[in-house]
């Protein structure tokens, strides 16, 4: 009876260790990481970073450090040439491809190297990888094709765009491979276009990365610093130019014909008031010379005849 529990116990343990163990080897933690970066210099000429030609193909070495590695994790990271939309661009902040970024397709059956695969190490689809692996330090390094300053993108839907980046900020855009969301491994690297096959092509590159990474570290600082306080100031003082209006013109110009057409006026009608009076002491004359004229003269009818009885008396 004593061997049996011995036996069971010791099973027990035995078992016990030898699952703690496989756990153990199942499933091996990340390697530690750091914020990835990304550095891109043109293949034939290392000394021009950051930059590409605007009308022709570039051929860049895209070299990443700092980067999450999980061994044998599935996936890797994706390599693209393409545009972001502000900050909030990438797939774990909501991002998807043909709204917040695009980027260069490239035939996934044969890849002419327009996108790159940097798979994990002993990841499944590590066969599959023309960028290599990342490394345990979290490195890797793989060579890119950037088509000019502007490319044709597809959306989900399958509709193009055309995406000019003289007009956008393009650059090199790393995010989690095969559908697999890892913030860690995604990353913007903004990318300058100047004439690479001119005669002073060096220096034109040199100064447009420069300004590139002026412009980047500008931007970082003011996204960062809290917005200026700017006092209030007068405002300038404004220049107005006044027109005067004409002056009114003189009316004494037109007063002497107004007058003289009053006096002419007034003198016609003192003209019309004598006649008048003339015309009225006439008529008043006339008739009272009439009517004196009539009293005067009596008529042989109304002359009284000789009394009767002087005529019988007389005879």
């Not at 004598?274 to 009225?280: E, K």
């Amino acid at each position: 009876m004593r061997t049996r529990l011995a036996r069971s116990a010791a099973a027990v343990i035995a078992a016990t260790a030898l699952f703690s163990g496989g756990a153990a080897i199942a499933g091996p933690a990340p390697a530690a990481h750091a914020s990835g970066s990304v550095t891109v210099t043109v293949t034939a000429q290392p000394e021009l970073v950051g930059v590409a030609d605007p009308n022709y193909l570039t051929d860049v070495t895209v070299t990443g450090s700092g980067f999450q590695s999980i061994p044998s994790g599935f996936g890797g990271i994706y390599v693209f040439f393409g545009w972001v939309e502000g900050g909030a661009w990438a797939p774990s902040q909501g991002g998807a491809t043909g709204s917040s970024y695009r980027y260069v397709y490239d035939d996934e059956a044969n890849p002419v190297g327009y996108q790159l695969f940097v798979s994990f190490p002993g990841s499944s689809t590590e066969s599959s990888a023309n960028g290599g692996e990342v490394s345990a330090d979290g490195s890797w390094s793989g060579q890119l094709k950037i088509p000019g300053s502007s490319f044709e993108s597809y959306d989900r839907n399958g509709d193009v765009t055309t995406v000019d980046c003289l007009q956008v900020q393009c650059g090199i855009i790393t995010i989690g491979a095969h559908g697999v969301v890892n913030p860690s491994n995604e990353t913007f690297t903004p990318i300058s276009f100047t004439d690479l096959y001119s005669g002073d092509a060096a220096a034109q590159a040199a100064a447009a990365a420069e300004k590139a990474a002026a412009d980047a570290a500008a931007a970082a600082a003011a996204s960062a610093a809290p917005a200026p306080v700017v006092a209030s100031e007068a405002p300038a003082p404004v220049t107005t130019t006044i027109i005067a209006a004409p002056a009114a013109a003189s009316d004494d110009a037109n007063l002497v014909p107004i007058l003289l057409a009053a006096v002419g006026g007034v003198g016609v009608l003192a003209l019309a008031a004598i006649a008048f009076l003339v015309w009225a002491v006439l008529a008043s004359r006339k008739r009272s010379a009439i009517a004196s004229a009539a009293a005067g003269v009596t008529s042989p009818a109304s002359e009284p005849g000789p009394d009767a009885a002087d005529t019988k008396s007389g005879a």
